[in-house]
């Protein structure tokens, strides 16, 4: 019988396929009496053979793909295979209890899944977690269940997992990843962003632990409401199978518009840009679109490895993608570690509330080694392009001084050193916290621009942890709060005479659109693949029209009201439907000419 489950649409899309259940509690370990120690210790040592080939093979094919520096990764779980203490305690208790390999494997696993959760230390927690991760191979490779290889899937699949991390995301397999099911994340989590980046159709908060999903059985996910349906009835599948065309028509409709700077019908101007976490999200097409990239993320570049990237290796990133977008303007981003993006080599304990806690901008701070470094590479990248430069998480005119004052010593000691660099590069501030707004006409007098991170403004105004799916229906762009702080934010720039743009999720959501426009915002920087959509929505719509909206919805007095409204507006402006109809004259008017 069909099962339909409801969580929420982050990554737009229809999806079916078979079902991947990622997790070792997928695995169904037998505890059964081996009497023949010797015989399992063999089993034992075969499948630790098997891993090892394997893990060697990864780590060639990935210092070949990516640079030996992203295969260090693999160096601790060969030394680990190699461990003579965990062989020995292996054969310790295979002969003094007698039981099968996989039980005793599964316990060890379990020991360790133990210490990941209470540790309070971060090495103890990496290296339970690099035991539990070999161990979880080690017991496919017993139970001859093939270890799933999230870089490497045989064939296409929809990925179920309780939760995945954004440096998952960032390597898993594109090309077979149909969709993915998370039971643990938020809409504007940074596995979220990953997955709408890489216009993967995603799902996340709902639960499937206790429904009986079985390995490669098809099942249906629609990105845009939500749903996931397993067992999927014949007549429901025809119906999924028609939306999802339906989706590529348009998808192909959008790809075909030749989307020119973000203009009105009464030709006001909002530019339009794309937000990245890695420099291979340029490409030719979105090259062509944007009119800059207003948000580089650069954790992403510290993410998944044992050590931070050098200056040098910073520094060809960021001119590499200054030089890719050349003339258009690239704003780099400092490091924002921490929250839900955590580098366990440079975060040393795990904190009670990681998004109040020591992220972004607090930790460079205190963290010149690793702070200086980038904004070494920054400035040295800046002469080969447009490059802008902005701070995370500012809280106040004290703050933003201090990042200024080691960004002066960092200058200090490249002339010092005769390194170009140019010395009018503009410098901006995150506008992501409350205070930030409250005092948001004293930052604008120090700084060149500011860049509304509404995806955190949200988070921290509402009160609503970003990646805590329990709450996510309290995560509300649309609150009255919300639409104050933007409003504010914007008068303080134009006062000071500065711009002020949005990076956050919403600038890529085709329904906020019309509000940004009427608020008066400068730019709006998105997703690459929400971009062709928000385009056509800001050709198709009147400032002056924005313009009264957003006044009235300013007068609102809840969420609710002004989504309803947000929604109302959006269907009857009927762009998708327009386009898709001038596309069919062209198409039927170019049939004609052929005849
Ligand atoms: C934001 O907070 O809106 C933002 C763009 O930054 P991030 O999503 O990376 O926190
Ligand atoms: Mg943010």
Not at 513 to 519: H, K, S, W
Request: a negative charge.
């Amino acid at each position: 019988m069909e099962v339909l489950l409801r969580g929420i649409g982050v990554g737009p899309g229809v999806a079916i396929g078979p079902a991947l259940v990622l997790g070792a509690s997928s695995l169904d370990v037998p505890k059964y009496r081996a009497t023949d120690p010797a015989k399992e210790l063999g089993r034992f040592d075969h499948a630790v053979a098997e891993v090892r080939k394997e893990i060697d093979a990864t780590r060639h094919r990935t210092a070949e793909e990516f640079g030996s520096q992203h295969a260090e990764i693999f160096e601790a779980h060969m030394l680990l295979l190699e461990d003579v203490a965990m062989r020995e305690e292996m054969e310790k208790r295979l002969k003094q209890e007698s039981l099968n390999a996989e039980f005793l494997v599964d316990d060890m696993i379990k020991r360790y899944s133990k210490i990941i959760q209470e540790a309070p230390d971060p090495r103890f927690r990496e290296r339970a977690e690099d035991v539990v991760d070999i161990g979880t191979r080690i017991l496919r490779k017993l139970l001859h269940k093939e270890n799933i290889d999230l870089e490497h899937f045989e064939s296409p699949c929809i990925v179920m997992a309780h939760t995945l991390s954004p440096a998952d995301i960032e390597h898993i397999d594109k090309v077979n990843t149909l969709g993915l099911v998370l039971e643990q994340s938020g809409a504007t989590s940074h596995t979220a962003i990953l997955a709408r980046a890489f216009e993967i159709p995603t799902v996340v908060g709902l639960s499937f632990t206790n429904t009986a999903v079985t390995a490669g059985e098809t099942i249906v996910l629609d990105g845009d409401n939500g749903d996931v349906m397993l067992h999927p009835a014949p007549e429901s599948l025809r119906s999924y199978r028609s939306k999802q065309k339906d989706e590529e028509r348009k998808k192909k409709v959008l790809a075909a518009q030749a989307t020119g700077p973000g203009t009105t019908l009464d030709a006001h101007r909002m530019a339009t840009m794309i937000n990245i976490e890695l420099p291979e999200e340029i490409t030719p097409l979105s090259r062509m679109r944007a009119e800059g990239v207003g948000l580089f993320r650069t954790e992403f570049l510290y993410l998944d490895r044992r050590t931070p990237p050098s200056e040098e290796e910073q520094y060809k990133a960021y001119s590499r993608l200054a030089e890719s977008m050349k003339p258009l303007p690239v704003t780099i981003r400092t490091l924002d570690l921490g929250g839900d993006k955590v580098a366990p080599h440079l975060m040393r304990e795990t904190e009670p509330n990681p998004q109040l806690g020591w992220r972004a901008i607090r930790f460079c701070l205190d963290q010149p080694d690793i702070f200086k470094p980038q904004l070494r590479a920054i400035l040295r990248a800046s002469v080969h392009g447009d490059l802008r430069v902005m701070f995370p998480l500012i809280s106040g005119v004290d703050q933003f001084r201090q990042v200024i004052s080691i960004l002066n010593d960092v200058r200090a000691d490249l002339e010092r050193e005769s390194i170009p660099f140019r010395p009018d590069l503009p410098i901006g501030t995150m506008i992501e916290l409350p205070a930030a707004v409250e005092v948001a006409d004293q930052l604008a007098k120090e700084c060149d621009f500011f860049s509304l991170g509404t995806n955190d403004l949200i988070q921290y105004t509402l009160a609503v942890d970003r990646v805590n799916q329990r709450i996510a229906h309290m995560y509300s762009p649309a609150h009255p709060a919300v639409l104050r702080m933007i409003r504010r934010t914007v008068k303080a720039a134009k006062t000071a005479g500065i711009p002020c743009s949005v990076c956050g999720e919403i600038a890529g959501d085709p329904k906020f659109t019309e509000l940004l426009l009427g608020l008066d915002v400068d730019a709006i920087s998105m997703s690459p693949s929400a971009l062709p959509r928000v385009s056509a929505e800001l050709a198709n719509m009147e400032y002056s029209k924005a313009k009264r909206f957003a006044n009235k919805a300013l007068r609102m007095h809840s969420a609710a009201e002004i989504e309803s409204t947000i929604e109302k507006r959006f269907h009857q402006r009927r762009t998708m439907e327009t386009l898709l109809k001038s596309f069919e004259n062209r198409d039927e008017n170019r049939a004609d000419s052929e005849n």
